[in-house]
């Protein structure tokens, strides 16, 4: 029987068969020898049987108490990050295959988790190798680019189709750049410089880069906000996945339009909002935003790889923080960063 393949279990159901076979034989000779008190005596020594019994299968009960507790540490060892905490198993029975299956699981764990880390190292190094090759020919470009502006003269068509080049190389560049961090951020391979930053200064960089934009385009980016948040985080990626919301929020907004970013606290959370009142976004597009490369078939004129936003949800989301959207056509578009409680703090 494979429930006796277990050496406790074999050891207790022996002891219950002794017990029983003892009562058996004490209760004849009572019936042989002392007739006139045979009942008595046969109730007092079934009393001990069963004290005997119960005594074994708490013993039992108890040793197979401390094995699963021993176990259950294991286990929580190997969650706690020991990968060589494995539970002993050297004996049979279905308790013990049991804890075979479980070390046989944590060791196809581990061995997914070490193909896993081998794939994101490879992985960093064809983008660092990639990265560094596709800068070359870019940077080479532009300086080409950048003379044939100067030799071109008075020549209004070769100034035109120049120009036109700039602002391609600008936007191939970008697009190689948004590749590169998303491919980074996916492999594992981007190390967070958390600090405790400033919100105000933050936001104050993120609006600085598109101030002159924004002024060109007769736009007005405004902020609103609690100057003394403090938030845990890494400035440049925070900084650069605000702007990228700015961003979007200028591309997709009128002359006059209105681009305002604001923060506050809760008691659990620290919130930034980049609201504008620009054309909104159309309903069918809204769950779809956040995935890379996607191109809504109501944009029209606005150029753009789709990886602006997928970008911001990763650096959130590395954060510890989720981001949401609201919008309305023609009226305009709210995200919202949501950072957990042990992300904030108030100074002063």
């Known amino acids: ?78 969650i706690s990050g020991k ?7 050297d004996e049979e029975g279905s308790l013990y295959l049991l804890f075979h299956r479980v070390n046989m699981l944590a060791s196809i764990l581990d061995a997914r988790a070490k193909r896993e880390e081998k794939a994101r190292e ?29 030799e071109a003269g ?11 080049s700039e602002q391609e190389l600008d936007r191939i560049n970008t697009l190689v750049q948004n590749l590169i961090k998303l491919a980074r951020l996916d492999a594992g391979a981007v190390v967070f410089d958390m600090a405790e930053e400033n919100v105000l200064e933050m936001m104050e960089e993120a609006k600085k880069k598109f101030s002159f934009r924004a002024m060109q385009e007769h736009k007005e980016i405004s902020l609103a906000g609690d100057s003394r948040v403090l938030l845990s985080c890494d400035r440049g ?64 004129d606005i150029q753009g790889a789709g990886l602006g936003l997928p970008l911001v949800k990763a650096v959130a989301e590395a954060h510890n923080g989720t981001i949401e959207v609201n919008s309305n056509l023609e009226k305009g578009t709210v995200f919202i960063i949501n950072f957990l409680i042990d992300s904030y703090k108030i100074v002063g």
């Open 1 to 78: 029987m494979k429930l006796l393949a277990d050496r406790a279990a074999y050891v207790l159901f022996c002891k219950i068969l002794f017990f029983t076979v003892a009562f058996g034989m004490v209760s004849a000779g009572l019936l042989f020898f002392l007739p006139g008190k045979a009942a008595i005596c046969i109730v007092i020594s079934a009393l001990c049987m069963v004290l005997c019994i119960m005594a074994g299968c708490y013993q039992y009960l108890l040793e197979q108490s401390k094995r699963i507790e021993n176990a259950a540490a294991q286990v929580t060892d190997y």
């Open 237 to 300: 990626w925070l900084v650069e996945a605000i702007g990228n919301l700015v961003k979007n929020a200028l591309d997709h907004t009128d002359a006059g339009g209105q681009v305002q970013i604001k923060w506050k606290h809760f008691s659990s959370i620290v919130q930034i909002v980049v609201e504008d009142n620009g054309a909104g976004i159309h309903p069918e597009d809204l769950h779809h935003i956040f995935k890379r490369f996607y191109r809504s078939r109501f944009s029209k």
């Open 122 to 150: 490879f992985l960093k190094n064809i983008i660092s190798d990639i990265s560094h090759q596709l800068k070359t020919p870019l940077a080479a470009l532009n300086i080409y680019n950048a003379i044939l502006q100067e």
């Open 83 to 89: 990968k060589d905490a494995r539970i002993e198993c």
């Open 154 to 164: 008075d020549s209004a068509t070769v100034q035109e189709f120049t120009e036109l």
